[in-house]
């Protein structure tokens, strides 16, 4: 059955350090995955997806079959980076899992 | 453009009721798709619709179901609501039937069953 697993529910860096925030997937199929972020009293939107390679407000994430993780990363951490991040995962065609969450806190 | 709306921002109702809830996509778009989140959670998918039809569907009983209305805005009823049902209703609203397209959420309804 198609899965999305974020093992970590916190994850607290201080400010300046690297991260990553780990997304494991289970899905036998080409998966579609993404990177969604809720700031403090924002709606949920979208930080980056594996289909455009690209490297939104310095975090990447790259996409490893053979581990079937898509973990978000970012050298240097900074204060307004703190959120709760969810990677999703997109199969059959427009049927979407989301993992439970990351909350990330950046330590000044 | 104020983006996705959703209404009504909070709901109480009491168990065996029925609640619908409404969304209106954001300017542009036609594909509506409708999550539950409970508290601690990720959301959890329920179902999309485009061109006024369920396109998919995740794991939720039939006591859940919606409505795509010809200006793309968007309906979610819920039938003999139970406890379990209390969480907070996203919708979120994308542009095609492309999967890798982006969704972009509403402030949710927080729905409370008593």
């Known amino acids: 059955a198609q899965r999305v697993t974020q093992p970590e529910k916190l994850l607290s860096v201080f400010k300046g350090a690297p991260v990553e925030l780990k997304c494991n997937y289970s899905?036998?199929?080409?998966?579609?995955l993404f990177w969604y972020v809720q700031y403090s009293r924002q709606r949920l939107q979208l930080l980056l997806r594996?289909?455009s390679r690209e490297s939104i407000k310095g975090f990447t994430a790259d996409l490893n079959k053979g581990e079937t993780s898509f973990h978000l990363k970012k050298p240097f951490a900074q204060e307004e980076d703190s959120a709760m991040y969810y990677c999703?995962?997109?199969?059959?065609?427009?049927?979407?899992?989301f993992g439970s969450g990351t909350k990330l806190n950046v330590k000044p | 453009d104020a983006g996705v709306t959703q209404s009504p921002t909070h709901l109480i109702k009491t168990r065996g009721q029925q609640v619908t809830l409404r969304c209106s996509p954001k300017?542009?778009?036609?594909?509506v798709s409708w999550y539950q989140q409970a508290l601690g959670q990720g959301p959890q998918f329920i179902f999309q619709?485009?061109?006024?039809?369920?396109?998919q569907r995740g794991n939720f009983p039939d006591r859940f179901s919606g409505h795509q209305f010809p200006n793309y805005s968007s309906e979610l009823n819920v039938n003999a609501l139970l406890l379990g049902d209390s969480a907070l209703y996203l919708c979120?609203?994308?542009?095609?039937?492309?999967?890798?397209?982006?969704?972009?959420f509403g402030p949710g309804t927080r729905l409370t069953v008593l």
């Open positions: 979120a609203s994308s542009s095609g039937s492309l999967g890798y397209n982006e969704q972009f």
């Open positions: 619709y485009y061109e006024e039809e369920e396109r």
């Open positions: 594996h289909i």
């Open positions: 999703a995962l997109n199969y059959n065609f427009n049927k979407f899992y």
């Open positions: 300017s542009g778009h036609d594909t």
């Open positions: 899905y036998s199929g080409s998966p579609e």
